[in-house]
């Protein structure tokens, strides 16, 4: 459903980009092919602007980076990797992300089911899938639609995402990675399903605490993600045992404050100079998810809930 959206969007990105070259024609210059370009590349340039300027509206307590250059840079890297995904891959995600083959588990590690964000689908995986399978890990994904569903809805599609994976594994349990609303949708799972066949979870710049960004979102999933609402409230009040890493990015331009990415009692993990779509392509969080997926055991147990914190 998203990817024939973009399919649309892209197509009006187009035209957009030759009615831009038409008009450079038209007034005398001879650079419409630049113009034209530039209209291409840059159409998604005051969305981001706009989710960078609301996103430092309040206050982080993490650091944000060191000055304006790196700011710029960053921006620069995450423009990238916007395009990226939904330009290039999330549009024709059948043709980059093909079909999730798993296997038999190998003894000392454990699947992985990858769950995606807001307006994302499995393609926003790419980049991390390839650096997962050489390690000889089972990795799946999922689609979570249609896109501005409840989350609840999203997480009984996880379920059966996770019981086809285990089927195909023969595996006990597997671990969860998610990203951005992801991590809500895993966790909306672990309050209805439990944690039994889950051994750990990884969020990758998820709006535990909510984010001011989503109020400028459409759908019910948005609004579950604007922070103090009832929903996240609730969510927040419901404890997890299993080992938990919650990963957050001091220049996330859609989680905002962006320390809204630390879950407290987890292991935390801030890192410096990535940006919400760039956390999918660190190699950072792939060693993370590795980590998790390999080692779990030697993880201890929390007991953790964001019931108390603002």
């Given amino acids: 459903m998203l990817a024939c959206a973009l399919?649309?969007?892209?197509?009006?990105?187009?035209?957009?980009?030759?009615?831009?070259?038409?008009?450079?024609?038209?007034?005398?210059?001879?650079?419409?092919?630049?113009?034209?370009?530039?209209?291409?590349?840059?159409?998604?340039?005051?969305?981001?602007?706009?989710?960078?300027?609301?996103?430092?509206?309040?206050?982080?307590?993490?650091?944000?980076?060191?000055?304006?250059?790196?700011?710029?840079?960053?921006?620069?890297?995450?423009?990238?990797?916007?395009?990226?995904?939904?330009?290039?891959?999330?549009?024709?995600?059948?043709?980059?992300?093909?079909?999730?083959?798993?296997?038999?588990v190998r003894g000392d590690s454990f699947p992985v089911v990858l769950a995606h964000?807001?307006?994302?689908?499995?393609?926003?995986?790419?980049?991390?899938?390839?650096?997962?399978?050489?390690?000889?890990?089972?990795?799946?994904?999922?689609?979570?639609?249609?896109?501005?569903?409840?989350?609840?809805?999203?997480?009984?599609q996880l379920h059966a995402r996770i019981e086809t994976v285990l089927a195909q594994t023969g595996a006990q349990k597997l671990v969860i990675a998610a990203h951005s609303m992801g991590g809500l949708v895993a966790r909306a799972y672990l309050r209805r399903h439990g944690e039994e066949k889950i051994v750990a979870l990884v969020t990758i710049g998820t709006p535990h605490h909510g984010t001011i960004v989503a109020r400028f979102g459409p759908g019910r999933n948005a609004r579950q993600m604007e922070p103090d609402n009832g929903w996240l409230n609730d969510l927040n009040a419901t404890k997890v045992t299993l080992p938990v890493t919650s990963v957050a990015s001091a220049g996330d331009e859609i989680v905002a404050p962006q320390d809204s990415a630390l879950w407290p009692?987890?292991?935390?993990?801030?890192?410096?100079?990535?940006?919400?779509?760039?956390?999918?392509?660190?190699?950072?969080?792939?060693?993370?998810?590795?980590?998790?997926?390999?080692?779990p055991a030697v993880q201890m147990p929390r007991s953790t809930s964001l019931s108390a914190v603002a």
């Fill in 7 to 104: 399919k649309g969007g892209l197509i009006l990105r187009l035209l957009g980009s030759a009615l831009a070259g038409v008009f450079v024609v038209g007034s005398g210059e001879k650079s419409w092919a630049l113009a034209s370009l530039l209209f291409f590349l840059l159409a998604d340039g005051p969305l981001l602007a706009l989710d960078y300027l609301q996103s430092h509206w309040k206050p982080a307590s993490i650091a944000r980076g060191a000055g304006f250059f790196h700011a710029c840079a960053s921006g620069l890297r995450e423009w990238a990797a916007f395009t990226l995904f939904y330009v290039i891959i999330q549009p024709f995600e059948r043709f980059w992300m093909g079909e999730d083959i798993c296997g038999p």
């Fill in 117 to 156: 964000g807001y307006c994302c689908n499995r393609g926003v995986w790419f980049w991390m899938r390839g650096r997962l399978l050489p390690a000889g890990l089972q990795v799946a994904t999922v689609n979570f639609e249609p896109v501005f569903a409840d989350i609840e809805f999203f997480a009984e």
């Fill in 265 to 295: 009692g987890a292991d935390q993990r801030v890192l410096a100079g990535q940006d919400h779509f760039g956390l999918v392509l660190s190699e950072q969080v792939a060693s993370i998810v590795r980590d998790a997926a390999r080692a």
